[in-house]
């Protein structure tokens, strides 16, 4: 009774419209201090990651994947101005895990297929500025010269792919090992997709195969494990997905021009395309 006295007491000195607006101020209040902190939050989940092709020499023809040798450089100055700092997929999956800590303003500087002019010409520009990059190779064309007769797709060799290993600045990522193809035929679907009428069961065998054995080579060749996965032409499905988490991967990538958004893990990340047209400064302010 004495309680219930109390309340009343209590109605009779604050108005119950003013209870209920103090009532609904502090939810509100409380909202606001919680959207702010998870914009924050947000905001240092956004990473930028590269996508580089060809870097070729001054006078090269250029376009969506192709740059020259000094528009790299620019870049790397780019980055080096602005206090942006490269780092490794590794030093993502150790904050993932593990929580340790990353620069303020992290970048990942990334490379396609493992083309011989990202030795010649990408490689001196990093080791001269010390940046971190990572290159993905298409295992069975490693070393080819010219293949199909193409100028353009000449490859590194396993020598200067360990050489670019061991100075500590590039690592070397699989690709794939033989499923760079962008039309199917009997033998493989567009990139690492199942081909027509092939059931899960048998896409899962074959891109676990394939995937199998880029790894070993780079394992045999480089001399480093395989954990971060670049999906040819950007294209996979959840059966890819399936095998590379099986197989131990740790991160995939796309080909969508975008901040990678890692506040749900480092699965399906996405990547900014450097075109030969567009400006560092203008894709990183663009597309975040």
Known sequence: MAKNKTVYRFFNIIPISLFIMLIVLGKNGN???????????????????????????????????????????????????????????????????????????????????????????????LRKNNMKATIFTIGSRIGIRNFNNDTRYSYFTWKEGKEMYESGIVEIQPHSYDLHNYKENSKHGVGVLPMSREDEDLHYDRFSKDTVQVMKLIKENIGCDSYVYAYPYGKYNS????????????????????????SNGLYELKRINVPSHKKLNELLINYK
């Open 239 to 262: 059966t890819n997905e399936r095998v590379l988490k099986d197989l131990n991967f740790k991160v995939t990538l796309t080909t969508k021009s975008k901040y990678a958004d890692i």
């Open 31 to 125: 909202v606001g201090i919680s959207s702010e902190k998870n914009s924050l939050v947000d905001k240092k989940k956004l990473i930028p990651i590269l996508m580089y092709h060809h870097v070729g020499k001054e006078g090269v023809e250029v376009n969506k994947i192709t740059i020259t040798n000094k528009r790299f450089e620019e870049d790397m100055k780019y980055l080096k101005d602005n206090r942006y700092t490269p780092i490794f997929f590794n030093e993502l999956v150790s904050y993932e895990e593990n929580g340790t800590s990353l620069p303020e303003k992290p970048v990942i500087i990334t490379f396609d297929d493992g083309l011989e002019d990202n030795y010649k010409y990408a490689y001196p520009v």
